[in-house]
């Protein structure tokens, strides 16, 4: 009991930050999403940290550490009470929420079926923030050709800058023919950054046909970041042709 009294602060902050991943692991997903909403500090500890480091961090709110609970689920029993929720009309504040859920649920059980539902959904809005909030966790999801990736095309060629950023982001892992075509072409015209989303895209999409625009980019550029980009692209797109060949 002594021992207690003599912790420091920052073992304080600590325990508390570990008591909340607990609850937030152990919590029903209605309870889960409300505390993705939530960005008081996590204690009067926190506080204390806070004020004494005169510094304020995405962590010392609970609303981080669901995000990052909420980015593990996997349980496909989730499905329908995350669809109830999502369409509850006492829940609505919580839909971007929800649809982030959903998004991880997807991605981890491979459900192609809630990635219809969420491209539905998200063609019914131009709220960038819930576009981003769905389309970030897309990426590692494989995307066979037979996946209806309209949207997300229409969103790289007609979309805001956000909306591209976030489309490419969602295109990666994609096994669509036709899109590298469309990615090369966006390659020669985009600025710098979006050049290497582009490239991060390739990675997982391109074939030889990318090589000859990569390469020319590449004895162009003065940026050491997209000759990352650009290098990273090669080596995966080379690695990959290397090995359908064999």
């Not at 998004?103 to 079926?113: A, I, P, R």
């Not at 819930?130 to 969103?155: F, G, H």
Request: proline share 2%.
């Amino acid at each position: 009991m002594l021992f207690g009294l003599f912790k420091s602060l920052d073992q304080k902050v600590s325990e508390d930050t570990a008591r909340l991943i607990d609850r937030l692991k152990s919590a029903d997903v209605r309870t889960l999403i409300i505390e993705m909403d939530n960005d008081a500090p996590i204690s009067n500890n926190i506080v204390k940290k806070q004020k004494r480091d005169k510094s304020f961090g995405s962590e010392d709110a609970p609303s981080w550490f669901a995000y990052r609970v909420s980015d593990e689920l996997s349980d496909t029993n989730l499905k329908p009470e995350l669809l109830r929720l999502y369409h509850d009309p006492e829940f609505s504040h919580y839909k971007q929420y929800v649809l982030r859920c959903l998004s991880s649920l997807c991605v981890n059980t491979n459900d192609y079926e809630i990635f219809d539902f969420l491209i539905t959904e998200l063609e019914k809005t131009d709220n960038e923030e819930q576009i981003t909030t769905v389309l970030s966790r897309l990426k590692s999801l494989r995307k066979p050709k037979t996946l209806n990736i309209e949207y997300l095309k229409a969103l790289l060629l007609k979309g805001t800058y956000q909306n591209r950023i976030d489309a490419l982001s969602a295109l990666q892992n994609a096994e669509h023919p036709e899109l590298e075509a469309i990615l090369i072409q966006e390659f020669k015209t985009s600025d710098q950054h979006t050049k290497g989303m582009i490239c991060a895209t390739l990675r997982s999409t391109g074939t030889k046909a990318s090589m000859e625009v990569l390469q020319a980019a590449l004895k162009r550029t003065r940026s050491n970041d997209l000759r990352y980009f650009i290098e990273s692209a090669i080596e995966d797109i080379m690695e990959r042709e290397n090995s359908s060949s064999q």
